[in-house]
């Protein structure tokens, strides 16, 4: 839009400085409608230049307006999705850094007298005809301008989006990986990710902040769950250790047998192998 603009007043520009070359052998009437179409060109580059100049402040609110929302992102906390400080510190220091639109402005010559000689306003037609390519230079310098502002414009909601985008992917992720984490924090998470999507104030921090709870609640549980398991192991450790502590104390036992007929039969046996008197 800006450039078509500026094209638009350039274009106008050119067709005035043909109209200014007429001039010799013209008669006064003529030399009077040749001024009075530079001033014509003029004040139409004048308005495009007004539009220009509007656009670039469109486009440097735009700018100011995403900076705004990128700054605690340039804060640069450790949870936010890789990349995304380093872009949004680009962002802000561009927006900083930036110069105002300012006011266009066209000067004008005064418009010979309706009475003025062939003379006079051959001069006048020279006086308006720089004044013209003032302006047109002007106008130039503020498409340029403009253009320069839509541009980092367009980057800087390319860097916004890539953030929300990078909010929404690495929210998937960790809550794939901390699947034990509470209700609660996963439904803060979530919430927070919604915040950066529509660009609240502050959702950056609050969904830093989700994140730290996240990842704390789900190693809470695995903790605990560890701890439950490693008494457990215990527990069934000890009562394994007492099942053969009790299995020894039977086999011991049972090397005495307390049978009469067996116990008659070992010690005749024990006697005569020590060839004592049995009986």
Known sequence: MIALVAAAALALAAAGAVRGTIVDGETREQLQ???????????RLAVAGAGVTAAHQVAANCVTRV?????????GDPKLPNGSVELAAEVVEAAAHAAPPRTFAAHRPTVPPADAGVDELRAAIVVVADSRQNVVQSVEAAAAAALDAAAECAEARLVMSAFVDGVRTRTDELLAANPKASTETIAALRAAQVAVAVGDAGA????????VATEASHAAVVQAEAEAARVAAEAAQREADEWAAEERTADFGSQFNTDPGQFVFKCRAFCELLGLPYG
């Open 33 to 43: 409608a040749a001024v009075a179409a530079e001033h014509s060109v003029i004040d």
């Open 67 to 75: 900076s705004d929302r990128l700054a605690e992102v340039a804060d």
């Open 204 to 211: 950056a921090t609050r969904w830093a902040a989700a994140v």
